[in-house]
């Protein structure tokens, strides 16, 4: 049983549907076209990866460099830190789509919640700023590759929804083998299936989040019998590049 949300970012009835990155089937990852995709199906959860430009401007962009997105850069790893803000808007991913910046999504979104993912750190001061400044600190939710980068963004905006980064996913897990009754400020784990070969998302492990109070999110999944598995094991949200998909398999089972 999902235990009561610790964020209003975290209440919702059924289970949480976050739109990876958008989704990546109509349109390119992070394009504004992928998120208007999955706000037009109707999923109010929007998972998303930011990077700085050099003059400290927050886009929404998953990779380090340019390499695999952006036109006419196959083969040039060229930072995305590296350039200003006027240099990022004049660049085009393929399909022709512009890199949008973290405050356009905002604005453009204003029912969305988004899960952040801090890729780096140039981007955890600016991120700061544009949190406190757009005042969206009820709909989002911190996640990072680095447990020091979510305590650092918290630190400047103060407790707002977040997930454990993988030092505290480790850590939860062998709490979870033990049954420690160890007490958690994160609203969620944010996990994939297993890590390393070691199952990461169990029938004990979800009942161990629950009793702690954390939800429990599963990425990136895009496999229909995988979904349903992990619904049926009682996983609170699923993240999915295929957000068709998972809206089929959340509508068959009424918990869309």
Known sequence: MRPP??????????????AHRGGDRVAPENTV??????????YRYLE?????SKDGVVYAF??????????GFDGEDVAISTLTAAEIDRLRVHGGHHIPTMAELFE???????NIDAKAWPVVEPLIALINKTETHQRICIGSFSDKRIKTVLRGVGDICHSL????AVRFRLAAWGRLPIAYSAGAVQFPVSEYGVPMVTPASIAYAHKRGLQVHVWTINNESTMHGLLDMGVDGLMTDDCALLKKVLVARNLW
């Open 5 to 18: 949300a610790k964020y209003k970012y975290l209440a919702h009835e059924g289970v949480l549907a976050f």
């Open 33 to 42: 076209a992928a998120f208007q995709d999955a706000v037009a199906q109707g």
């Open 48 to 52: 998303t990866d930011v990077h700085a």
């Open 62 to 71: 998953h990779d380090d460099d340019l390499n695999r997105m952006a036109a």
């Open 108 to 114: 453009s979104f204003p029912e969305a919640r988004f």
């Open 165 to 168: 980064g993988p030092l505290g």
